[in-house]
């Protein structure tokens, strides 16, 4: 948390960006190889992981996901973006994925389908994955609680494990 606020104002800096706000990131458990449970709110909140990953992914690997989570903002959706070794990029359409959140501040599961942006490729790679977990609109002051992600390449262990969760919320 300490570091989080520096690492922002180092790439603001870096590549001379005009910001409208922070965002505030506040990661209250971190597991490595685990897990991490953050709140984030403010002005476009998200994390970044980029190549350093030992081994690469592949895309086929995070074709579902499983989020568990609380919110109570006012645009109830959340994005997935990456970069890969095809060369799709931020932004590119078949690049990244929104879904819909429950907005009533219970704690939720939501199962995020990838498999037909990204995950139906066997042996593209990933580069980087950016999560947004409060969509483009979110408002100042808005925020969501994310207890965990956890991806799968099969749709059926993914809607399996997310029954799962629900039922034990």
């Known amino acids: ?45 998200y994390f970044r992981f980029s190549d350093n990953y030992q081994p690469t992914p592949k895309t086929h690997d995070l074709a ?5 989570y609380r919110t109570t903002a006012s645009i109830g959706a959340g994005e997935f973006f990456t970069n890969r070794k095809s060369g799709a990029h931020w932004g590119d359409p078949n690049a990244y994925v929104t879904w819909d959140y429950v907005t009533d501040g ?3 599961t939501v199962v995020v389908d990838a498999s037909a942006v990204w995950g139906n490729d066997q042996t ?14 979110a408002q100042v ?20 494990y997310a029954a799962d969760r629900e039922a034990a919320i």
């Open 64 to 68: 579902y996901a499983v989020i568990e």
């Open 106 to 108: 219970e704690w939720h």
């Open 1 to 45: 948390n300490d570091m989080l606020p520096s690492r922002y104002s180092d790439a603001v800096q870096e590549h001379d960006l005009k910001v409208l706000g922070q965002p505030d990131i506040d990661i209250a458990e971190l597991e490595d190889n685990d897990h991490v449970t953050f709140t984030a709110e403010g002005d476009d909140p």
């Open 141 to 160: 002051g808005d925020s969501i609680d994310v207890a965990s992600i956890k991806f799968f390449g099969d749709g059926l262990y993914a809607r399996s």
């Open 124 to 137: 593209d790679e990933l580069y980087a994955f950016r999560f947004d977990p409060l969509a483009s609109g």
